[in-house]
């Protein structure tokens, strides 16, 4: 499976001090109070798990899962919940935990739907940021990494589903997407 990669854009040490580093912003930001962290499924996932880890205050987990009609290596910006929260949100501190924006058409969705549910505050937090993608305008509270406009895998991110358990976060060879070797 690591013979699919062609490079590796950001190490295992690199997301593990940058979760570190993040859970400790998280902590004072929310220090005293019950956020609610939402992560959005699937590719959030191992993010969520390291991030909350480092983050010191009570809070609550739920999951939604989205899916956005398209192509699989761009959104169309129709966004269909496939999963929603267990939660009510209604005067919430919400945490959206997510794993990269691109466009930001998901993002956008999700922050009118919780915005119109009433949350009290709403902070966006997400591995990864792909400025040049964006047609929308939203910008994540906080960020782990900007990434160039390239497609990425690892550590959540999937290309077919697959790579998702990769530890790092990497550009696939072309030839695996059907591109030129
Ligand atoms: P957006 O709605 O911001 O365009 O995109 C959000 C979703 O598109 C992400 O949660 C992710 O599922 C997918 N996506 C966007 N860019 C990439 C990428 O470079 N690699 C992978 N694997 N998924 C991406
Ligand atoms: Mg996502
Ligand atoms: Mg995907």
Same mark, same amino acid.
């Given at each position: 499976?690591?013979?699919?990669?062609?490079?590796?854009?950001?190490?295992?040490?690199?997301?593990?001090?940058?979760?570190?580093?993040?859970?400790?912003?998280?902590?004072?930001?929310?220090?005293?109070?019950?956020?609610?962290?939402?992560?959005?499924?699937?590719?959030?996932?191992?993010?969520?798990?390291?991030?909350?880890?480092?983050?010191?205050?009570?809070?609550?987990?739920?999951?939604?899962?989205?899916?956005?009609?398209?192509?699989?290596?761009?959104?169309?910006?129709? @966004?269909?919940?496939? !999963?929603?929260? /267990?939660?009510? #949100?209604? =005067?919430?501190? %919400?945490?959206?935990? $997510?794993?990269?924006?691109?466009?930001?058409?998901?993002?956008?969705?999700?922050?009118?739907?919780?915005?119109?549910?009433?949350?009290?505050?709403?902070?966006?937090?997400?591995?990864?940021?792909?400025?040049?993608?964006?047609?929308?305008?939203?910008?994540?509270? @906080?960020?782990?990494? !900007?990434?160039? /406009?390239?497609? #990425?895998? =690892?550590?959540? %991110?999937?290309?077919? $589903?697959?790579?998702?358990?990769?530890?790092?976060?990497?550009?696939?060879?072309?030839?695996?997407?059907?591109?030129?070797?």
């Amino acid at each position: 499976m690591h013979n699919d990669i062609e490079k590796i854009l950001i190490s295992e040490q690199e997301i593990k001090n940058k979760c570190k580093e993040i859970g400790a912003q998280l902590t004072a930001e929310y220090n005293g109070k019950f956020p609610l962290a939402i992560g959005v499924l699937k590719g959030a996932m191992p993010f969520m798990s390291d991030v909350l880890r480092y983050t010191e205050t009570h809070l609550e987990m739920d999951f939604m899962d989205v899916s956005s009609y398209g192509g699989e290596m761009r959104s169309s910006g129709e @966004v269909k919940i496939v !999963k929603d929260l /267990n939660t009510k #949100v209604e =005067g919430r501190d %919400l945490l959206i935990i $997510e794993d990269i924006i691109d466009s930001g058409l998901t993002l956008n969705y999700l922050v009118d739907l919780f915005k119109y549910r009433k949350a009290n505050s709403i902070k966006i937090v997400t591995l990864l940021d792909k400025p040049e993608g964006r047609t929308v305008d939203i910008k994540a509270d @906080v960020v782990g990494f !900007k990434v160039p /406009n390239e497609f #990425v895998v =690892g550590y959540g %991110l999937d290309y077919q $589903e697959k790579y998702r358990n990769l530890p790092y976060v990497g550009v696939l060879k072309p030839k695996i997407y059907g591109g030129e070797e």
